[in-house]
């Protein structure tokens, strides 16, 4: 059963990457596994072989995910874009109280956390409102070894940010104008090897160097980082709140999928077992 869980982990994992606005590092947040997944990608072999099976089960659901979905969630968010949002709305809501517990594993919150939670807050909600603004900036003319360029630094700055709970790689790669074409060229029946390589050296590099750089922080600054991270994964309800909002069916459907959501966040998390601080 774990194992499965560990795929539909990945699978979720996969999918909220390819979703403007939607973080990849909040849905590991919201299922417990954040610690395991950044402690494999920066390479460290101790929490590579402690967790491995459950990391193979996860990649297989997240590459599923990446490459399986990218069709059906455009086709939801097409379709049903407030009841898909708030859906991931309580799933981001139902984890906080996981995070709160692992913040404070060993550590109460001091006043002095306000600051990384406030400017991590800021952080959202400012490229919430820049995505929202319209301010992107436009595709390049780039060919050759300029587009390839250009596909590798937004792939690195993307997965970074992917992994960072609450920001959404794919709007960094909206911001950089290369999210349509890379998305475009993952569809299995139309793979485009001038995009999807250079893009997935620089999200491999991307991903490695953020993850060392996220444990690192833990291990020195763990209450700080949490706190950070509680910013982020709040100020992410703002940059996903769904505009159809208001007093219509799929609000009334949305208000349904957003308490799923959350009871599924908040099971998880209840059943999830806080990891003591390395």
Not at 178 to 199: D, G, K, M, R, W
Request: aromatic share 12%.
């Amino acid at each position: 059963m774990q194992y499965l869980l560990a795929a539909i982990y990945g699978l979720v994992f996969g999918i909220a990457n390819i979703i403007p606005g939607v973080s990849g590092g909040t849905m590991l947040v919201v299922f417990g596994c954040y610690d395991k997944v950044c402690g494999a990608l920066s390479l460290n072999i101790k929490e590579i072989k402690k967790n491995i099976v459950f990391l193979i089960f996860f990649g297989i659901g997240a590459v599923a995910g990446l490459l399986g979905f990218a069709v059906v969630i455009k086709w939801l968010f097409g379709a049903f874009p407030t009841e898909t949002y708030m859906f991931f709305m309580g799933l981001i809501a139902g984890s906080i109280p996981l995070i709160l517990r692992n913040a404070t594993v060993k550590q109460k919150f001091t006043p002095v956390c306000a600051v990384p939670f406030v400017l991590a807050l800021s952080l959202v909600v400012c490229l919430a409102m820049l995505e929202q603004s319209g301010t992107v900036t436009a595709p390049s003319e780039l060919e050759g070894i300029g587009a390839a360029a250009l596909f590798l630094v937004a792939g690195f700055t993307a997965a970074v940010a992917m992994i960072i709970p609450g920001v959404s790689g794919s709007f960094v790669m909206v911001l950089f104008g290369t999210y349509e074409i890379v998305i475009s060229s993952i569809h299995l029946h139309s793979l485009n090897f001038a995009v999807i390589i250079p893009t997935a050296i620089g999200v491999l590099a991307g991903l490695v160097i953020g993850a060392r750089m996220i444990t690192f922080l833990l291990k020195k600054y763990r209450l700080m980082v949490f706190s950070a991270i509680l910013g982020l994964v709040v100020g992410s309800l703002y940059a996903i709140f769904p505009a159809g909002f208001g007093l219509n069916a799929d609000t009334f459907i949305g208000v349904i999928t957003l308490a799923v959501g959350f009871a599924i966040a908040f099971i998880v998390g209840k059943k999830t077992k806080v990891e003591e601080e390395q």
